[in-house]
């Protein structure tokens, strides 16, 4: 040995014993004989010296005051949460699955195999990371007579990852299945702390079991500090930086413990700045993401509180606001739409609120947010609750919200709302692309969802990352969109490198949103995107939404040369007296109408995974637009009458208003003193001749001595106007202007 070396470790053990700062080591987890010296002064001047038993018992009494509920009410809360969520089923069947799975010492790093013989996948591998169905394994023991074998089974697992820690034979995938990646690690952490609260009551799970858990946990803290000095837009890191701040809050008795804080709540911070929109959405569009992260706040913020330590005000602030987000895009049935990479069940056509939003009720008192309550929240969350918010289950007040129509424009999700009535009209518009991180971003720019009568008349669908089609349910084809020959929005597709099913594209178009006016008389939005430029096609969308009664959708394509162009809706469709007319009937006889007011040429229909589309076609063509009318109807009489001579849509004369029309092809929806005007560029009747200097959209309202007209074109436009006494006026106006016209 040289000079030196002894030198550093004669220096190393005097360091020791006159008790200066050690920090947590991250490469290994500390023999729990070894606690005590990383405690902070003031705590092993308390303790004085005590044995691993008393170490223990401080602990627990130190999560007794911590943890979101005191372990000693376990035994009392058990037979409720299983009365409220009868899942013991659910629970014995993940924790068999895991068990017939795994060796209780199993390997962590790939290829290995399951106990089958089957290799364990990608998809498998982060799964096991995660560690949720160890939560299952818990909840076992106590619905199954409480075997020791499971108890065991939990200490030898979390003993094998530190086993692989200390042999370095772990994975380490890092955007993909790294076990000590933030996310898998936040995640496992989440799981593990909740597990170690149950067990404190069991004499199976010994003190020095209780120690090992604490010290695997520090050396999980201290990997996510270190590893996180630096902001990383997205959910991983947010999770990851969460459980470190509860691991901070939880184990505040140990040196260093103050910087994971202070990082942790920093970290936090950021991500409350850079990725909940100023208009309360959550950055990455997603409403399964959205929830996730309510989870990742809610957890600090729940045990700063129990734990009286002070929070920045704006944190309160912006969670509330993940609430209020969810009730703005709720459908009327109190669900919500999908919306990019949903994954909670996958092909299902909405998104259950309910949990969320009952942890909303209970964190603010807010009846708006008791209005999408139930009886229960998250079964995961239950067990983050305090005993006071249990109660609180028990009693919760609703009010019906009051929002309308109204615009998520930073974000870009436009809603067209007629109210909260159970078979009211609702539609979205997704009409944003995220800077920073898309990689949740489907290809559905300005596609749009609509229920009415209780029904999504036009779906989107959950997805699931394992999945083989993943892709494809990722992109146009099943979405609500306009394309251009076989062009789908959604192009360079490439799967992470972890391979657990997760893919990305990392060409996706960029919108641009035009015009969003709202009123009395409808909702109006306009946008455009670059997706079919490398084709040479200009693309416009324009919505409108005729209060109370149906949607308009005009779809716009202009090129130099000839192409397909298409709308691809979703659902299951008859085809009624040609290309022109799909209808969808529900088994309660409520559907919904597709009619197109300018001719199309074709109609296809396809389907997988129990879902079907229909792609309606307009063929070789340079310039052409589809005027679309989405009718709901409920009952067989209410119908669009296919076999009518004069077609009305609900009280709405289709080219039959008593208006004098000029231009190629000019389109009228006209209702007593109100008409709905395309590709008209002049304008007649007994009070007023109008006008434009190119064909345009427009909605015109006439009274006793004046006019309103609305431009609802996708681009500016100049008018004249001459009244019938012979005034003359002119004016330029943008899409969803109004101009107010005196006779």
Same mark, same amino acid.
């Given at each position: 040995?040289?000079?030196?070396?002894?030198?550093?470790?004669?220096?190393?053990?005097?360091?020791?014993?006159?008790?200066?700062?050690?920090?947590?080591?991250?490469?290994?987890?500390?023999?729990?004989?070894?606690?005590?010296?990383?405690?902070?002064?003031?705590?092993?001047?308390?303790?004085?010296?005590?044995?691993?038993?008393?170490?223990? =018992?401080?602990?627990?009494?130190?999560? +007794?005051?911590?943890?979101?509920?005191?372990?000693?009410?376990?035994?009392?809360?058990?037979?409720?949460?299983?009365?409220?969520?009868?899942?013991?089923?659910?629970?014995?069947?993940?924790?068999?699955?895991?068990?017939? =799975?795994?060796?209780? +010492?199993?390997?962590?790093?790939?290829?290995?195999?399951?106990?089958?013989?089957?290799?364990?996948?990608?998809?498998?591998?982060?799964? !096991?990371?995660?560690?949720?169905?160890?939560?299952?394994?818990?909840?076992?023991? #106590?619905?199954?007579?409480?075997?020791?074998?499971?108890?065991?089974?939990?200490?030898?697992?979390?003993?094998? !990852?530190?086993?692989?820690?200390?042999?370095?034979?772990?994975?380490?995938?890092?955007? $993909?299945?790294?076990?000590?990646?933030?996310?898998?690690?936040?995640?496992?952490?989440?799981?593990?702390?909740?597990?170690?609260?149950?067990?404190?009551?069991?004499?199976?799970?010994?003190?020095?079991?209780?120690?090992?858990?604490?010290?695997?946990?520090?050396?999980?803290?201290?990997?996510?500090?270190?590893?996180?000095?630096?902001?990383?837009?997205?959910?991983?890191?947010?999770?990851?930086?969460?459980?470190?701040?509860?691991?901070?809050?939880?184990?505040?008795?140990?040196?260093?413990?103050?910087?994971?804080?202070?990082?942790?709540?920093?970290?936090?911070?950021?991500?409350?700045?850079?990725?909940?929109?100023?208009?309360?959405?959550? #950055?990455?569009?997603?409403?399964?993401?959205?929830?996730?992260?309510?989870?990742?706040?809610?957890?600090?913020?729940? !045990?700063?509180?129990?734990?009286?330590?002070?929070?920045?005000?704006?944190?309160?602030? =912006?969670?509330?606001?993940?609430?209020?987000?969810?009730?703005?895009?709720?459908?009327?049935?109190?669900?919500?739409?999908?919306?990019?990479?949903?994954?909670?069940?996958?092909?299902?056509?909405?998104?259950?609120?309910?949990?969320?939003?009952?942890?909303?009720?209970?964190?603010?008192?807010?009846?708006?947010?008791?209005?999408?309550?139930?009886?229960?929240?998250?079964?995961?969350?239950?067990?983050?609750?305090?005993?006071?918010?249990?109660?609180?289950?028990?009693?919760?007040?609703?009010?019906?919200?009051?929002?309308?129509?109204?615009?998520?424009?930073?974000?870009?999700?436009?809603?067209?709302?007629?109210?909260?009535? @159970?078979?009211?009209?609702?539609?979205?518009?997704?009409?944003?692309?995220?800077? =920073?991180?898309?990689?949740?971003?489907?290809?559905?720019?300005?596609?749009?969802?609509?229920?009415?009568?209780?029904?999504?008349?036009?779906?989107?669908?959950?997805?699931?990352?394992?999945?083989?089609?993943?892709?494809?349910?990722?992109?146009?084809?099943?979405?609500?969109?306009?394309?251009?020959?076989?062009?789908?929005?959604?192009?360079?597709?490439?799967?992470?490198?972890?391979?657990?099913?997760?893919?990305?594209?990392?060409?996706?178009?960029?919108?641009?949103?035009?015009?969003?006016?709202?009123?009395?008389?409808?909702?109006?939005?306009?946008?455009?995107?670059? $997706?079919?430029?490398?084709?040479?096609?200009?693309?416009?969308?324009?919505?409108?939404?005729?209060?109370?009664?149906?949607?308009?959708?005009?779809?716009?394509?202009?090129?130099?040369?000839?192409?397909?162009?298409?709308?691809?809706?979703?659902?299951?469709?008859? !085809?009624?007296?040609?290309?022109?007319?799909?209808?969808?009937?529900?088994?309660?006889?409520? $559907?919904?109408?597709?009619?197109?007011?300018?001719?199309?040429?074709?109609?296809?229909?396809?389907?997988?995974?129990?879902?079907?589309?229909?792609?309606?076609?307009?063929?070789?063509?340079?310039?052409?637009?589809?005027?679309?009318?989405?009718?709901?109807?409920?009952?067989?009489?209410?119908?669009?009458?296919?076999?009518? @001579?004069?077609?009305?849509?609900?009280?709405?004369?289709?080219?039959?208003?008593?208006?004098?029309?000029?231009? /190629?092809?000019?389109?009228?929806?006209?209702?007593?003193?109100?008409?709905?005007?395309?590709?008209?560029?002049?304008?007649?009747?007994?009070?007023?001749?109008?006008?434009?200097?190119?064909?345009?959209?427009? #909605?015109?309202?006439?009274?006793? /001595?004046?006019?309103?007209?609305?431009?609802?074109?996708?681009?500016?436009?100049?008018?004249?106007?001459?009244?019938?006494?012979?005034?003359?006026?002119?004016?330029?106006?943008?899409?969803?202007?109004?101009? +107010?016209?005196?006779?």
């Amino acid at each position: 040995m040289t000079f030196k070396s002894t030198l550093i470790i004669l220096i190393a053990i005097l360091l020791r014993s006159h008790g200066v700062a050690q920090s947590i080591p991250s490469e290994r987890v500390l023999p729990i004989g070894d606690l005590t010296n990383y405690l902070k002064e003031e705590v092993r001047k308390e303790l004085n010296g005590a044995d691993q038993s008393e170490l223990a =018992k401080y602990f627990r009494d130190k999560f +007794s005051e911590r943890f979101f509920y005191d372990y000693n009410t376990f035994y009392d809360r058990l037979p409720h949460y299983n009365l409220l969520y009868a899942n013991q089923n659910g629970h014995k069947r993940g924790a068999l699955d895991h068990m017939s =799975k795994y060796n209780d +010492s199993t390997q962590w790093v790939m290829p290995f195999n399951y106990l089958n013989g089957e290799p364990v996948n990608a998809y498998a591998m982060r799964h !096991l990371a995660r560690q949720h169905k160890m939560v299952d394994i818990a909840l076992h023991y #106590f619905n199954s007579g409480k075997d020791p074998k499971y108890i065991r089974y939990f200490e030898n697992q979390m003993r094998s !990852l530190n086993a692989a820690l200390h042999a370095n034979k772990y994975e380490t995938i890092e955007d $993909g299945n790294g076990v000590y990646e933030a996310f898998r690690s936040g995640y496992r952490i989440l799981n593990w702390l909740w597990i170690h609260n149950m067990f404190l009551n069991e004499a199976e799970y010994s003190d020095q079991d209780q120690l090992t858990t604490i010290a695997t946990l520090l050396q999980h803290g201290q990997h996510l500090y270190e590893h996180n000095d630096q902001f990383s837009a997205g959910n991983h890191q947010t999770r990851g930086v969460s459980a470190l701040a509860m691991l901070a809050i939880l184990l505040r008795d140990f040196k260093g413990t103050d910087q994971w804080l202070e990082r942790s709540m920093l970290r936090l911070g950021e991500h409350l700045d850079q990725e909940i929109n100023e208009d309360g959405f959550q #950055f990455e569009r997603s409403v399964h993401y959205h929830m996730s992260d309510i989870n990742n706040y809610y957890y600090v913020y729940q !045990l700063a509180k129990i734990n009286s330590i002070k929070v920045n005000s704006e944190w309160e602030e =912006k969670l509330r606001g993940l609430f209020t987000t969810l009730v703005k895009i709720a459908y009327p049935d109190r669900s919500a739409p999908v919306l990019q990479d949903d994954t909670e069940i996958p092909w299902g056509e909405k998104n259950d609120i309910s949990a969320a939003m009952t942890l909303g009720y209970l964190l603010f008192e807010d009846p708006e947010f008791g209005y999408f309550a139930t009886d229960k929240v998250d079964d995961r969350i239950y067990w983050f609750l305090n005993n006071d918010q249990v109660k609180m289950l028990e009693d919760i007040e609703s009010k019906k919200p009051s929002y309308g129509s109204l615009a998520f424009e930073e974000t870009g999700y436009y809603i067209m709302r007629e109210g909260w009535e @159970e078979d009211d009209k609702m539609m979205i518009i997704s009409a944003g692309l995220d800077d =920073k991180k898309p990689d949740h971003q489907h290809g559905d720019m300005l596609g749009v969802q609509a229920m009415a009568n209780g029904h999504a008349i036009l779906p989107n669908y959950q997805v699931r990352y394992s999945l083989p089609d993943f892709e494809f349910f990722k992109n146009s084809m099943v979405k609500n969109v306009a394309l251009v020959d076989d062009v789908l929005q959604g192009k360079k597709y490439t799967s992470n490198k972890g391979g657990s099913g997760f893919g990305k594209f990392l060409d996706l178009p960029n919108p641009e949103v035009i015009a969003w006016e709202t009123n009395g008389d409808f909702d109006f939005f306009a946008g455009s995107h670059d $997706g079919f430029e490398n084709v040479g096609v200009d693309y416009t969308r324009q919505v409108i939404y005729v209060k109370d009664a149906f949607w308009i959708v005009k779809d716009n394509f202009s090129s130099d040369q000839p192409h397909d162009y298409k709308q691809v809706w979703q659902g299951h469709y008859t !085809l009624e007296n040609g290309p022109n007319l799909l209808r969808a009937t529900m088994s309660d006889a409520c $559907g919904h109408d597709i009619f197109q007011l300018a001719d199309s040429d074709e109609l296809t229909s396809d389907g997988t995974r129990g879902k079907q589309w229909s792609v309606v076609s307009k063929e070789d063509k340079k310039d052409f637009s589809f005027i679309t009318i989405i009718y709901p109807y409920c009952g067989y009489s209410n119908r669009l009458d296919e076999e009518a @001579e004069d077609l009305s849509i609900a009280n709405w004369k289709v080219n039959d208003s008593g208006w004098e029309l000029g231009g /190629d092809n000019p389109t009228s929806l006209g209702s007593d003193d109100k008409i709905y005007l395309f590709n008209v560029k002049e304008v007649n009747n007994n009070n007023l001749s109008l006008k434009s200097f190119e064909a345009a959209d427009f #909605f015109i309202k006439t009274g006793h /001595d004046q006019v309103l007209i609305h431009l609802l074109s996708d681009r500016p436009g100049t008018l004249e106007i001459q009244t019938k006494g012979g005034k003359k006026m002119s004016k330029s106006l943008k899409p969803g202007e109004v101009w +107010s016209v005196k006779f």
